[in-house]
């Protein structure tokens, strides 16, 4: 409460910090002090110590659900507001170490490899996400990127030209596979 009336009545956000931390030190899962520090911390774009919110968040978190959410709001922290890649790969990681079939974190991850020419793990990330999609439109774009992959940046032809024949199975006339298979073979 006091916190509050330093924060709402006297504006003095520097202060009430201080006491929301203090209440923390006592009460560590004080969700109405997490609250309201991030609240303070996102208007203020206190990036790093907002970060510290949501690494408690998801310590304390009760439900798988709840942990997953505070999680993607860590990674896209890391990604869009601190550009550390590194940090934002390695929580996408942890979401799927929770949640291995996770698509969004899947998708972002395969994002972040492109945007920095991480290849090896990219097609991992391909094939993972060709496990998980049913839908046949989007198994053949997969199947042709991951074609497209290990032929011009991983250099396995021969896996190339497999990939690019089980595009075909899917889509007889898939101009990229076709084209393709006329050049490599």
Known sequence: KVARSYEDRLGNTDKAVELYKRALSIEPDDLA???SLEAIFTRDEKFPDLLDVYRRRVDIANEADERLAFLFRIAALHEEMLNNQDEAIATYIEILGQAPDDMK?????DRLYVARGAWRDLGDNISRQLTLVENPGEQVTLLVRLAQLRETHLGETEAAVETYRQVLELEDQNRDAVVALERLI
């Open 33 to 35: 002090a997490l609250t």
């Open 105 to 109: 974190a899947l998708r972002a991850l």
